[in-house]
């Protein structure tokens, strides 16, 4: 099979890849040389004078990262000893002269993070700063309302079936049950990144009931929102993870984590409903070694949300938080990250770069894969016909069932069936990376 080209910003000027790299990639580099300057009595007050001349030094070269993205320069070896260096360098080789816009944007974007925690890192004085984390926390705050009535939400929803099983209700009705809560916390997490889901708080407080507010904005809003699943398959997904097990052995599921703040919220109300019907038996929560995309989970992140979950006023939340600190506790989630996942190869390569992060996958009943830049990853950012079946896009990368659950942020998609692209284009000219689209993809190893 003849591979379709990987989108790169020599594109066209029109294209969103082309439009990232000149807009809102500078923006990020700039807001991080500013939040560095703005940071730096702070630091200097809590790590010493050392850290002074570090975030001078941090600065230059940060400053020299962004003039020559903007000047669109030839991608430089990153010169530090950190852990993936040799993997960083052999990547950047590989490329030989290609610039930020004639290098897969895939490997352009990753590189710019890491360019920035190597900036940061090479003065010890800065080692483990985050230059993110004022942008998470804010983003976490704002979103709290919506979480609260989300978890209100899922506290009668576990209420309502621990009741059920206790009072002896058949064995239909729990997977009815199952299935139905299932639904709702796997379209939460789906569109967990959007702002659209601020007004499920904002029609909860307009009641004295909160939960039944939820119930009816999460059953009528979401079933419209359906229409905007371009490829759902949802029911097989539900299919897969109420089905019965064969050998009785654990089963294990795996999810490849994307934002921190409301996303991770629902991602770990998927995961509480999951262990609390016993569907799986223990959850793989995979983050990412180093600030990442802005808002990318760390373990620190996962940490820092069961914090401000088990500190809230609101006991749905502190509820929440209880219930992923006790399976935590008992190994029932497991919190870890790879350097893999900060690295600019798509997954297809994994087996051979990272052989033991591919043989823990293997051990799982189904990874979900959450959010843009992992389905970016999974068909390699390659500009495929959108017609390409999701099997055929992930070139082999099958190391157990692969599900995607993804709203359009990057131009590439696949999956669809013939001529829903054109029509959904001529609906939304933008429809490929404005957010208002999103797919839910399942993929069975064979």
């Known amino acids: 099979m003849s591979l379709p080209p990987r989108c790169t910003g020599k594109d066209g000027n029109d294209t969103f890849t082309f439009k990232t790299l000149t807009e809102r990639m500078p923006v990020i580099l700039t807001k991080v040389i500013d939040q560095l300057s703005k940071s730096m ?35 430089q070896v990153l010169e530090d000893s950190l852990p993936d260096s040799q993997l960083w360098r052999d990547a950047v080789k590989h490329m030989a002269q290609l610039t930020w816009h004639s290098a897969p944007w895939l490997y352009s974007e990753c590189y710019m993070y890491r360019a920035i925690h190597s900036a940061i890192e090479n003065s010890s004085a800065l080692s483990g700063f985050d230059p ?12 709290v309302p919506g979480m609260e009535s989300i978890a209100a939400f899922l506290e009668k929803l ?58 009816a904005v999460s059953s009528e809003q979401l079933s419209e929102l359906d229409e905007l699943i371009l490829v759902n398959d949802l029911d097989h997904v ?30 770990l109300c998927l995961v509480h409903f999951l262990l609390l019907t016993k569907l799986v038996d223990t959850v793989h929560l995979h983050c990412k070694t180093m600030p990442w995309f802005v808002s990318d989970n760390l373990c620190k992140d996962v940490q820092w949300t069961l914090d401000q979950l088990l500190a809230s006023p609101c006991s749905s939340m502190v509820a929440l938080g209880t219930s992923i600190r006790d399976s935590i506790s008992q190994q029932r989630i497991i919190v ?72 359009l942020k990057a131009e590439c998609a696949v999956g669809l069936k013939a001529n829903q692209a054109e029509t959904v284009a001529a609906e939304d000219s933008a429809w490929l990376s404005n957010g208002k689209y999103a797919v839910i993809q399942l993929e069975k190893s064979s």
């Open 41 to 75: 009595n702070d630091l200097v007050a809590s790590r010493g004078e050392d850290a002074r001349s570090g975030v001078k030094d941090s600065l230059s070269c940060l400053s020299k990262l962004k003039r020559d993205l903007v000047t669109d320069k030839p991608l």
């Open 132 to 143: 993110f984390q004022a942008q998470k926390e804010a983003a976490f705050s704002s979103a």
């Open 158 to 215: 576990s209420v309502e079936y621990v009741k059920a099983v206790s009072d002896g209700a058949d064995s239909a009705d729990c997977l009815s049950a199952q299935r139905d809560g299932l639904r709702y916390l796997i379209l939460f997490s789906l569109w967990g990144n959007r702002v659209d889901l601020c007004l499920l708080s904002k029609a909860a407080s307009e009641s004295s009931d909160e939960v039944s507010t939820l119930q």
């Open 238 to 267: 539900l299919d897969h993870l109420t089905s019965s097990r064969q050998d009785g052995a654990p089963r294990r599921l795996d999810v490849v984590l994307d934002n921190s703040g409301f996303e991770l919220f629902t991602d």
């Open 336 to 407: 870890t990250d790879h350097s893999f996942y900060t690295l600019p190869y798509e997954f297809c390569k994994m087996a051979k770069i990272c052989p033991g992060l591919y043989r823990e996958l293997q051990k799982s009943h189904l990874v979900i894969f959450k959010g843009d830049l992992n389905y970016r990853k999974l068909v390699a950012d390659r500009r495929w016909p959108h017609t390409t079946s999701f099997k055929d896009a992930l070139c082999g990368f099958a190391p157990s069932a692969v599900c995607t659950l993804r709203t």
